[in-house]
């Protein structure tokens, strides 16, 4: 977990829920925000019309699709660390350079990893309804771009456990 810089830092926190399509981003993003009275804001909508489109019809994303996306996340990130409030932002950040661009907005930036075998994710992906990702080769290409962030970079938590108990785990995770 990163370590905390300023005394802003004590009273709001920029929070990122990380993991690949289908480990609950959303779910324990909100259930976080909820917790700790932020607002939660789902990365998903600020992708491009281009990007949803790509996602619908099976098409993974690539570097490129995701830039414009991620420099718009870090600067929500950067406008809630100016006016010292807190967020939840529910995003894939696959790769280690991907939550680089998000701490741009936020050297301080907290990352909560949602982590779960194929089995897990496959299972939840084919029971929503109304999602633009789909697809098992979206799936397998998340999790062939996934860098694992490690103990100095995130809190990783595994999806088996439920989301009340992934949500509770990361907020006593975040006291000092």
Same mark, same amino acid.
């Given at each position: 977990?990163?370590?905390?810089?300023?005394?802003?830092?004590?009273?709001?926190? %920029?929070?990122?829920?990380?993991?690949?399509? =289908?480990?609950?981003?959303?779910? #324990?993003?909100? &259930?976080?925000?909820? $917790?700790?009275?932020?607002?939660?804001?789902?990365?998903?909508?600020?992708?491009?019309?281009?990007?949803?489109?790509?996602?619908?019809?099976?098409?993974?994303?690539?570097?490129?699709?995701?830039?414009?996306?991620?420099?718009?996340?870090?600067?929500?990130?950067?406008?809630?660390?100016?006016?010292?409030?807190?967020?939840?932002?529910?995003?894939?950040?696959?790769?280690? %350079?991907?939550?680089?661009?998000?701490?741009? =907005?936020?050297?301080?930036?907290? #990352?909560?990893? &949602?982590?779960?075998? $194929?089995?897990?994710?496959?299972?939840?992906?084919?029971?929503?309804?109304?999602?633009?990702?789909?697809?098992?080769?979206?799936?397998?290409?998340?999790?062939?771009?996934?860098?694992?962030?490690?103990?100095?970079?995130?809190?990783?938590?595994?999806?088996?456990?439920?989301?009340?108990?992934?949500?509770?785990?990361?907020?006593?995770?975040?006291?000092?």
């Amino acid at each position: 977990m990163m370590v905390e810089t300023g005394a802003d830092e004590t009273r709001s926190s %920029r929070i990122l829920v990380m993991g690949v399509s =289908g480990s609950g981003k959303t779910h #324990i993003g909100r &259930l976080v925000a909820e $917790r700790l009275g932020a607002e939660f804001i789902d990365g998903d909508d600020y992708h491009s019309p281009a990007s949803i489109d790509k996602m619908a019809r099976g098409v993974p994303l690539n570097d490129e699709d995701r830039k414009a996306w991620l420099e718009t996340l870090a600067r929500k990130f950067a406008e809630y660390r100016k006016r010292g409030a807190s967020v939840v932002i529910g995003c894939s950040a696959l790769k280690r %350079r991907y939550r680089d661009t998000l701490r741009r =907005g936020d050297p301080s930036l907290k #990352i909560l990893f &949602l982590s779960g075998d $194929r089995e897990q994710l496959h299972q939840r992906l084919t029971s929503r309804e109304g999602h633009f990702f789909k697809g098992d080769r979206m799936l397998d290409s998340q999790l062939a771009d996934l860098e694992p962030p490690g103990e100095d970079e995130a809190v990783e938590l595994n999806i088996a456990l439920s989301p009340d108990r992934l949500a509770d785990g990361f907020v006593q995770r975040l006291a000092p």
